[in-house]
């Protein structure tokens, strides 16, 4: 399991988590529910192969790997996740 590295903490890289996430802004940015979902997938598919090889990552690396994930699909979702903690 990939353990995922915060400022103060420590956490278990959860895919759901990551997928509800980019599920969210994607239908802030006006994706429709179901395009949002399939958007998820595509996205979290590519961060799984990113992690394979990682045992720990920081935050801020896997926010920058699912926003280049997502800019392949999407890049105003991925300009809106990538800037969300400014934006909201």
Do not use: C, H
Request: aromatic share 10%; no cysteine.
């Amino acid at each position: 399991m990939t353990q995922v590295l915060a400022k103060n903490s420590t956490k278990n890289y959860s895919q759901y988590r990551l997928s509800k996430a980019v599920e969210r802004v994607a239908q802030a940015n006006r994706v429709p529910v179901g395009d949002a979902q399939n958007l998820a997938q595509n996205v979290i598919r590519r961060v799984k192969n990113w992690l394979d090889d990682k045992s720990e990552v920081t935050a801020k690396e896997l926010r920058l790997a699912t926003v280049n994930a997502l800019a392949n699909y999407d890049e105003g979702t991925a300009y809106f996740y990538e800037n969300e903690n400014k934006l909201f």
